[in-house]
C-alpha cells in the first residue's frame, strides 16, 4: 500500500480539445473509509463521454466542477471496509476516483468474480461499453437476419462488440474505422463483412455505395457529423437509428448545422432514437450474462488497450479522439502483488 494517494482533478474546462493543461495531479493523503470501502484502483476506464462533463454546457450527465476529482469506471480491491458489504482482498467495480485510492459506499459497487474472466472485462466487454452495445443493437438498432447493419466506431470498446452482436443476428456488417489496421482487425478477426477506412475515403457515400449496396436497415452511430449524414442518405424503408454518441462533435466550439436530415425520414419512415445504457439499469444482469456467454463460446471477440501509470490516464483520455485505441481503452493503475 503506498503511502499517499495521487488523485487527478479538472484543473479548467477546455475550450475546443482538452490538453494536459486540463488535468491536475495532486498527491494527497489515502482516504480513510469511514463508513464506506477503501479501494485500491487496479484499472481505470477512461471514455468519450468524459469530455462533456468537463464542459459547463448542457448535457445528460451533471458537469465537474474545475477542482473536482475526476472520476470513470474503475475496478480495484478492497483494502478495508467497515460494512458488511465486502471483505479485505474482494474485487468490486464501480464510478471511482482517478485515483490510486478512492472511497465509495458499498451500495455503489459491485463485486467482481476474477474467476470468470480478466478482472479488466468488467470496464469492457462485461461492463458498461458490453452493455451499451448489447442493448442499443438489440433492443435499438434490432438488426434481423438478412439486414445491412452499419456502425461508426466500429473499432472502439462500444463498436467492435456492436456489430458482432448484429453479425450473430444474421445481418450484413459494415464498419467505419480509422486506419488500414482497424479495417484489417474488423474484417479478419472480428468477422465483419466490409470496413471502411474513413481517413482514406474520398467520399462516404461512395464508400457505402460499395459497402452496403442494397442500403442500410440499421445504423449504430457513434460519430455524428459528416458520416452520419452520408448514412442518412442510404437508410431503407423502416430503417432503425441507434444514436449512441456523437464524438464527432465532442470538441467542437460551435455545433455545425449540416444538411438537413428530415425531410428523408418522412420517406423511409426511419426511426431515429437516442438511447443511455442506464435506461436499462434493472436488465444488466441480462446482458453481463448473455455477452459472458458469448465470450465463453468463442462468438465475440474483444481487445483492450492498456496504459500503463495512473500519471498517463490524460494520455490514454486524449488518444481516444485521435484513434489510438482498438477496442477497450484502459488504464492500468496497479498490480495485484502491489
Known amino acids: 500500500?503506498?503511502?499517499?494517494?495521487?488523485?487527478?482533478?479538472?484543473?479548467?474546462?477546455?475550450?475546443?480539445?482538452?490538453?494536459?493543461?486540463?488535468?491536475?495531479?495532486?498527491?494527497?493523503?489515502?482516504?480513510?473509509?469511514?463508513?464506506?470501502?477503501?479501494?485500491?484502483?487496479?484499472?481505470?476506464?477512461?471514455?468519450?463521454?468524459?469530455?462533456d462533463r468537463m464542459s459547463a454546457g448542457e448535457s445528460y450527465a451533471d458537469p465537474w466542477a474545475v477542482g473536482d476529482p475526476l472520476r470513470a469506471g474503475a475496478v480495484g480491491e478492497v483494502v478495508e471496509s467497515n460494512g458488511a458489504e465486502f471483505e479485505p482482498g474482494d474485487i468490486v467495480v464501480g464510478n471511482l476516483q482517478w485515483a490510486d485510492y478512492t472511497t465509495a459506499p458499498g451500495a455503489e459497487l459491485t463485486e467482481v468474480d476474477p474467476e470468470l474472466a480478466p478482472i479488466s472485462t468488467s470496464l469492457g466487454v462485461l461492463g458498461m461499453p458490453g452493455r451499451t452495445a448489447y442493448f442499443g443493437t438489440t433492443e435499438v438498432a434490432e438488426p434481423g437476419a438478412g439486414d445491412t447493419f452499419v456502425v461508426t466506431g466500429a473499432a472502439g470498446a462500444v463498436g467492435s462488440i456492436a456489430?458482432?452482436?448484429?453479425?450473430?443476428?444474421?445481418?450484413?456488417?459494415?464498419?467505419?474505422?480509422?486506419?488500414?489496421e482497424k479495417v484489417e482487425y474488423l474484417e479478419n478477426e472480428l468477422g465483419f463483412d466490409a470496413a471502411i477506412d474513413y481517413e482514406a475515403t474520398d467520399s462516404y457515400p461512395g464508400a457505402l455505395d460499395e459497402?452496403?449496396?442494397?442500403?442500410?436497415?440499421?445504423?449504430?452511430?457513434?460519430?455524428?457529423?459528416?458520416?452520419?449524414?452520408?448514412?442518412?442518405?442510404?437508410?431503407?424503408?423502416?430503417?432503425?437509428?441507434?444514436?449512441?454518441?456523437?464524438?464527432?462533435?465532442?470538441?467542437?466550439?460551435?455545433?455545425?448545422?449540416?444538411?438537413?436530415?428530415l425531410p428523408g425520414l418522412v420517406s423511409t419512415r426511419a426511426t431515429v432514437e437516442g438511447f443511455l445504457v442506464r435506461d436499462f439499469s434493472p436488465r444488466y444482469g441480462e446482458a453481463t450474462k448473455q455477452l459472458g456467454q458469448w465470450v465463453a463460446s468463442g462468438d465475440l471477440q474483444y481487445r483492450e488497450t492498456v496504459t500503463g501509470?495512473?500519471?498517463?490516464?490524460?494520455?490514454?483520455?486524449?488518444?481516444?479522439f485521435e484513434g489510438k485505441n482498438i477496442g477497450k481503452q484502459l488504464v492500468k493503475v496497479s498490480d495485484a502483488d502491489e
Open 211 to 261: 459497402a452496403a449496396p442494397e442500403g442500410v436497415d440499421a445504423y449504430f452511430d457513434n460519430v455524428g457529423g459528416p458520416i452520419t449524414d452520408a448514412v442518412f442518405t442510404k437508410l431503407n424503408v423502416d430503417a432503425r437509428v441507434a444514436v449512441c454518441g456523437q464524438i464527432s462533435l465532442y470538441n467542437a466550439t460551435e455545433r455545425p448545422t449540416g444538411p438537413r436530415k
Open 1 to 51: 500500500m503506498r503511502d499517499t494517494n495521487r488523485q487527478f482533478r479538472l484543473a479548467k474546462r477546455p475550450e475546443g480539445k482538452p490538453d494536459h493543461d486540463t488535468f491536475d495531479l495532486v498527491e494527497t493523503d489515502v482516504p480513510e473509509p469511514g463508513g464506506e470501502v477503501l479501494v485500491r484502483t487496479r484499472y481505470l476506464s477512461v471514455d468519450p463521454y468524459m469530455r
Open 309 to 320: 501509470g495512473l500519471e498517463n490516464a490524460p494520455d490514454a483520455f486524449l488518444g481516444l
Open 163 to 180: 456489430g458482432q452482436i448484429a453479425k450473430l443476428s444474421g445481418a450484413r456488417v459494415v464498419g467505419f474505422a480509422g486506419s488500414d
